[in-house]
């Protein structure tokens, strides 16, 4: 990256990708660019920040890299879009890919559990204030399975076989979800609906 902050029409930039539900066959899904997020380089992207690079490039165009090198292709995204959330996406290894081979059992362990996407930035805004570069507009070109992701909270939460969650508001999630389900399963012992 580069020292200056300021706009720069031209600026390449690497955000950060939440992968989960990463399955045997090397299918995986999850959100990049959580909308609202600041990630550790100051930069946070905006909802439809990518809908014009979308409609563009469909999900076909945008490639999938191992740590964000073009000698290292790992698979193909299937679905890409944004929702009310950030940017979803559905992709899958390829299983004849050595290197994805390894990435697929990287991820079932937890060793291997960030994502991280590559683009150009279109539009951008910097507060002065605070420093933080808002990302209006980005031409999306690559999503990349990477060790260090920008986003701390960009981790896998979810791999099938091998469940692990080191997330801790994912955690705290699935905490609520059973401390609820026990309260309503208390409630309505002994009454009739």
Known sequence: MHAYRGPRPNARKFANL???GVA???????????????DLG???IERGAFMNSLVERGSKGVRML???DPN??????KTIREDARGLYVEGVLSPGVGRAREVLALMKSGALDGLSIG?????????????????LEADLWEISVV?????PSARVSNVKHARFFRDRETELVRQMRRAAKMM???NFKGKTI
Not at 26 to 33: E, L, N
Not at 72 to 77: F, L, Q, R, S, T
């Open 72 to 77: 290292e292709p790992i698979g193909a995204w």
């Open 18 to 20: 939440e992968l989960a």
């Open 119 to 135: 683009f150009r930035t279109v539009k951008a805004r910097t507060d002065s204030k605070t420093g933080v570069r808002r990302i």
């Open 42 to 44: 100051k930069d946070r």
């Open 147 to 151: 060790t260090f992701p920008m986003l």
């Open 184 to 186: 309503m399963q208390s």
């Open 24 to 38: 045997g066959d090397g299918s995986f899904s999850g959100y990049a660019s959580v909308f609202g997020e600041v």
């Open 66 to 68: 191992y740590q964000h």
